[in-house]
């Protein structure tokens, strides 16, 4: 029999990674950025083409753009950490799902065991 169990996902910091991981904070930074402006935008356009209800439309805006620019903080706050981050420490990258054989007789605890693979600039180094 066949099952389904989560492994995690660790990577080694080395400058390449947190190179990538900077530029992908960044990206992501920009974007919310832009979503931002757009929501400011579509908000006007909206306000200036209904005369009702102007405070319904600009509170649900607001809260649109206050999510966002929590997530830009959170971003900001990651990149602050990566800096800090030194050269060969293990950083969680997520999880994965891994099929396993299992058979009467196998020992559960083992088979259940925190299983783990991880990897440096791209490549797998170790499977636990």
């Not at 099929?99 to 925190?114: A, F, K, S, T």
């Amino acid at each position: 029999m066949k099952i389904i169990r989560k492994v995690a996902v660790k990577q080694i910091v080395t400058d390449q990674s947190k190179a990538k991981l900077r530029q992908e904070y960044d990206l992501k930074i920009f974007k919310l950025e832009q979503e931002c402006q757009q929501l400011l935008f579509e908000q006007k356009k909206l306000e200036q083409r209904t005369a009702k209800k102007k405070a319904d439309i600009s509170a649900k805006f607001q809260k649109e753009i206050a999510n966002r620019k929590d997530h830009i903080k959170w971003y900001k706050y990651k990149i602050e950490q990566l800096d800090i981050l030194p050269i060969g420490n293990e950083i969680s990258d997520g999880e994965v799902e891994a099929m396993i054989d299992i058979e009467e007789g196998m020992n559960w605890d083992h088979i259940m065991e925190q299983r783990s693979i991880v990897i440096k600039d791209g490549i797998i180094t170790k499977i636990t």
